[in-house]
């Protein structure tokens, strides 16, 4: 069973940009869909991106595009999610997540899940 650890989350400017990580261990990435999620206080989790096995990948159709992009380096095991041009909305506990099956964006098809990392963006 994998396990997923988030980290690289923090306290940043609007404008800012952040690289989250999601180290794994248990298993490996390249065999799972992993995906990102946040989760604002009050609000649903929400998709943010997502990368098959086959490499592909994809964001959320309502952010602004090429500001988030998401990625997996197999050698490290570990899954990335690059956020540029941060913005105060973008405030949420982001969360790794991972399945055996297709890329879907609604999380509660995901199996395997992370601890979460804060993000805070500052005007």
């Known amino acids: 069973q994998v396990q997923l650890v988030e980290s690289g989350g923090g306290l940043v400017q609007a404008g800012d940009s952040l690289r989250l990580s999601c180290a794994a261990s248990?298993?490996?990435?390249?065999?799972?869909?992993m995906a990102w999620f946040r989760q604002a206080p009050r609000k649903e989790r929400e998709f943010v991106a997502g990368?098959?096995?086959?490499?592909?990948?994809?964001t959320n159709p309502d952010s602004e595009k090429g500001r988030v992009t998401i990625s997996r380096d197999n050698a490290k095991n570990t899954v990335f999610l690059q956020m540029n041009s941060l913005k105060p909305e973008d405030t949420a506990v982001y969360y790794c997540a991972a399945r055996m099956g297709p890329l879907y964006a609604s999380y509660r098809l995901y199996d395997y899940w992370g601890q979460g990392t804060q993000v805070t963006v500052s005007s």
């Open positions: 990368l098959s096995r086959d490499g592909s990948s994809t």
């Open positions: 248990g298993g490996t990435l390249s065999t799972y869909t």
